[in-house]
Every structure is written in C-alpha cells, then in structure tokens.
Nanobody, 124 residues
Framework: QVQLVESGGGLVQAGGSLRLSCTAS????????MGWFRQAPGKQRELVAL???????TYTDPVKGRFAISRDNAKNTVYLQMNSLKPEDTAVYYC??????????????????WGQGTQVTVSS
C-alpha cells in the first residue's frame, strides 16, 4: 500500500514563506508526475504545481514567480517552496503522485495517490 505523507504546513503572515514536503512510501517501482493541489473553503480543489520525473514543471498562474516545486527521486519526495505568501493562498494543500507499484506475481500497476492534506493559513 502506497502512502503519501505531507509536512510543513502552518500559520504564516502575509509575505512570509513556507516549505511543504511530501514523501511516498510502499512497494514503489517508480513515480512519474508529482504535484501539489489545494482546496480553499467552499472552493474546488485546484492544481498548484506539477513536476515530471525528469524535472519539467508546470504552475497555475496565481503562484508563478512565488512558488517553486522540486523533487528528490532517490527519496521519493516532492517539495513546494512557497514565498511571498498571500491570504488567498490559504487552503489545505494536497500532495499527488502517479506511482507504479509491484503487485503479487510481479505484476506492475500504475495508480494515482493522494496525501492526507496539510493546512496552510496566511494571515493579513
């Protein structure tokens, strides 16, 4: 069973910084895309940033120039460095990953996984 465990959320003043981490564990063969999503109260979950195994990144427009996604493939970990935080960045942030695992009889399976979420609150 694959688990994604996030850490690094918290309360910060506007203009401050936070760094989120997410580590995947389990019978992992490889991880393709890894990403961060967020969901604010009363809103739909939205993509924040995405990074391919090779390091290609994608960002939603509101965070471009302020957030940076990176990963350490050896540690099965993805990071989100968030700078110049704004009150509108307040949300629960979720880690997401496309993971290939080895099942019984050596069968490979590609599946999408979510972390449990970590709260980020930015005060004005």
């Amino acid at each position: 069973q694959v688990q994604l465990v996030e850490s690094g959320g918290g309360l910060v003043q506007a203009g401050g910084s936070l760094r989120l981490s997410c580590t995947a564990s389990g019978p992992i063969v490889s991880i393709n895309n890894m990403g961060w999503f967020r969901q604010a109260p009363g809103k739909q979950r939205e993509l924040v940033a995405l990074i391919s195994r090779g390091g290609t990144t994608t960002y939603t427009d509101p965070v471009k120039g302020r957030f940076a996604i990176s990963r350490d493939n050896a540690k099965n970990t993805v990071y989100l460095q968030m700078n110049s935080l704004k009150p509108e960045d307040t949300a629960v942030y979720y880690c997401n990953a496309d993971v290939t695992t080895v099942q019984s009889m050596g069968v490979m399976r590609l599946q999408n996984y979510w972390g449990q979420g970590t709260q980020v609150t930015v005060s004005s």
